[in-house]
Structures are given as structure tokens and as C-alpha cells.
């Protein structure tokens, strides 16, 4: 089955830094790769995603590229505010299904 | 649009009680998932439902869980006996269309096991 891997687990940086989260995947199929943001005791949510026809998209401060090649897909946050503190979740959806499978996350602080 | 409802938001149960946690599903979204998050093992997919149809239980760690949905609008996922080691947080998500659509999470509910 699909297994993804992410990295770093935890990152810091200061405010008005780049952060780069990298993910990897196991499945050749896979052909979907969302990213969620989790606040502190809140729920997952939907924050960019990307499809295998892409290779890269950006939704203002966030950008999304995936090698399908190299099997490997990475968030990059720009311009990071304090409010961009959160854990940050990729994942990966196996050929044809509607399934995802979840990294373990990265959890992000942004320094003021 | 309330989005995804969960009940209830917390929970805590003495080991070997019956557990029920209960999802409503954003209206018209045909998918549902059950998720389990936890430290150790992150986010896990337990169960997933399509027109209330149970498609894939891999997740499912034991046969003490077991999850329903009677109706397009509500679903439980029942612990029994609960164990210490069932302590999550336990989310409900639903989808419009399942493939590559975006999942919409419910609150979460917090179990603890004693």
C-alpha cells in the first residue's frame, strides 16, 4: 500500500523566512496531493493541493511542486507570519481511490 | 453550511465500557471517512463510506470497532470494549465526490480510556 514520508517533523524559522516541507510517496499511482493545516486543537484543513498533470501551483503565499519522476511533492511558505504556526500535513491519494494516506506532519513555528 | 458535526467533542470512559461517537456529514457530500490521530501513529484512516456503503475497513485496528452509517446524514463508530490504548482524538470527514476532492474534517472528538 502507499506509505508517505515527510520531512522535517519539526522546523522553526523567523518571521518573514521561507519554509520548505518535503514529502515522499511510495505509489507510483498516486495522483492526488492535498496539504492540511492543523492549529492547536483544531481540525485538519485544506490548505493547497495538486494534481499529477501539474508539476507546481501557488495560491498567493503558498506553492506546491510535485515530481512524479522522483516521487516527491513539497509545500513552500514565503514571507511566513507568526499565524503560520501549525502542523502541516501531507498526503497522498493511491490511483484511483478516494482514500488518503497522511505524513506524520511537520509541526511549523514561525518566531516573531 | 455547518459543516461536518461531531458528538460528542469529548469523552472519557473507564476500560472495557462501550463507546459511540457520532458524525453528521456536510449535506449532500456522499463520502465519509473515519480517522484516527494520535502522537505515536498520526493521522490513520480507519473506515470510509460511499452512499452509506462501507467500501474500505483496512483501517480498522480490531474487531472491536465497528462503524455504521444508517442514512446519508449520520454515522457512529463504536469502540466495544474500549482499552487504554484506544485514547485519540477520532475525526469524521465527508466529501462531495471522493476522488481527489477535498475532505472536510469535523471538530474532532477527544477520547480518553482509563
Known amino acids: 500500500g502507499e506509505n508517505v514520508e515527510q520531512h522535517p517533523s519539526t522546523l522553526s524559522v523567523q518571521e518573514g523566512d521561507s519554509a520548505v516541507i518535503k514529502c515522499t510517496y511510495s505509489d507510483s499511482a498516486s495522483n492526488y496531493f492535498p496539504w492540511y493545516k492543523q492549529e492547536l486543537g483544531k481540525r485538519p484543513q485544506l490548505i493547497i493541493d495538486?494534481?499529477?498533470?501539474?508539476g507546481e501551483k501557488k495560491d498567493q503565499r503558498i506553492a506546491v511542486t510535485l515530481n512524479k519522476t522522483a516521487k516527491h511533492f513539497s509545500l513552500h511558505i514565503t514571507e511566513t507570519q507568526p499565524e503560520d504556526s501549525a502542523v502541516y500535513f501531507c498526503a497522498a491519494s493511491p490511483g484511483g481511490s478516494e482514500k488518503l494516506v497522511f505524513g506524520k506532519g511537520t509541526k511549523l513555528t514561525v518566531n516573531p | 453550511d455547518a459543516g461536518v458535526i461531531q458528538s460528542p467533542r469529548h469523552e472519557v470512559t473507564e476500560m472495557g465500557q462501550e463507546v459511540t461517537l457520532r458524525c453528521k456529514p456536510i449535506?449532500?457530500?456522499?463520502?465519509l471517512f473515519w480517522y484516527r490521530q494520535t502522537m505515536m501513529r498520526g493521522l490513520e484512516l480507519l473506515i470510509y463510506f460511499n452512499n452509506n456503503v462501507p467500501i474500505d475497513d483496512s483501517g480498522m485496528p480490531e474487531d472491536r470497532f465497528s462503524a455504521k452509517m444508517p442514512n446519508a446524514s449520520f454515522s457512529t463508530l463504536k469502540i466495544q470494549p474500549s482499552e487504554p490504548r484506544d485514547s485519540a482524538v477520532y475525526f469524521c470527514a465527508s466529501s462531495a465526490g471522493g476522488y481527489q476532492e477535498t475532505q472536510y474534517f469535523g471538530p474532532g472528538t477527544r477520547l480518553l480510556v482509563l
Open positions: 495538486i494534481r499529477s498533470n501539474v
Open positions: 449535506s449532500g457530500h456522499d463520502y
